[in-house]
């Protein structure tokens, strides 16, 4: 009879598997039951565990045991710290009830439970990440909007000059627009009389003088040239 793995050391709140081997002589259709005992600091040893041949699964509130004939398994559940000692396996032949086959020991070591991460400390990672992230990307930010910049500078540029408002040949006064405006003259017509006929002095009206008031179409406006010509 073979118990192993020989040595396993596992973190508390875990399960540990051992295997119990029985050889063919031993398994030649006799009846038999296997007992798994554990010693502490080579103290007594202590029976925890009892399964027959016939049972193919035996289940405990701290041991698993599975029939895989010839190996046994037991499994030990949440693992304690209390849990660390000496386990083997022994068989009882129940044609030689008087005899126990015992096999070798096996050691197991519990350690203390891996302690876990403050949740407080990993919202202060993800904090910091960002930050790195924002420093290695300003440089870039930047860059980009200045070129922005450049672009809505030079658009507004070509689109003033295509409007005319920034003249291509540089600032310059501009002549304000002519306005055409129509005036009205007012002059004095004299009309003289026909010497040609006489009218008696009885009947000769008095001297007047009649007005008329005239509206000149619109014309454009009076240059130096035009001026003179109208004055001749």
């Not at 698993?64 to 004939?69: E, G, I, M, Q």
Request: glycine share 6%; proline share 7%; with cysteine.
């Amino acid at each position: 009879v073979t118990f192993f793995p020989a040595m396993l050391t596992l973190p508390a709140g875990g399960s540990a598997t051992f295997f119990c081997n029985i050889s063919r002589e031993n398994d030649a259709g006799a009846e038999y039951s296997l007992n798994w005992y554990k010693e502490t600091n080579h103290s007594q040893a202590q029976k925890i565990a009892e399964m027959s041949r016939n049972n193919s699964l035996t289940k405990t509130e701290k041991y698993l045991l599975t029939n895989h004939t010839p190996a046994f398994k037991i499994e030990i559940l949440n693992l304690h710290q209390n849990d660390s000692g000496s386990y083997y396996c022994g068989l009882i032949a129940f044609f030689e009830p008087d005899k126990v086959m015992e096999s070798n020991r096996s050691h197991l070591v519990v350690t203390a439970a891996p302690e876990k991460k403050n949740a407080t400390d990993e919202p202060e990672m993800e904090e910091g990440n960002p930050l790195d992230h924002v420093k290695a990307m300003l440089p870039g930010i930047l860059l980009l909007a200045g070129a922005v910049v450049l672009l809505i500078f030079g658009y507004l540029t070509v689109m003033y000059r295509r409007g005319g408002m920034i003249p291509c040949g540089g600032f310059s006064e501009e002549k304000p627009p002519t306005v055409s405006v129509s005036t009205v003259d007012y002059g004095v017509l004299e009309f003289q009389w026909d010497q040609c006929t006489q009218v008696p002095p009885e009947t000769q009206p008095v001297d007047q003088t009649e007005y008329a008031t005239i509206i000149f179409p619109e014309e454009k406006p009076v240059t130096p040239e035009r001026g003179k010509k109208h004055q001749d």
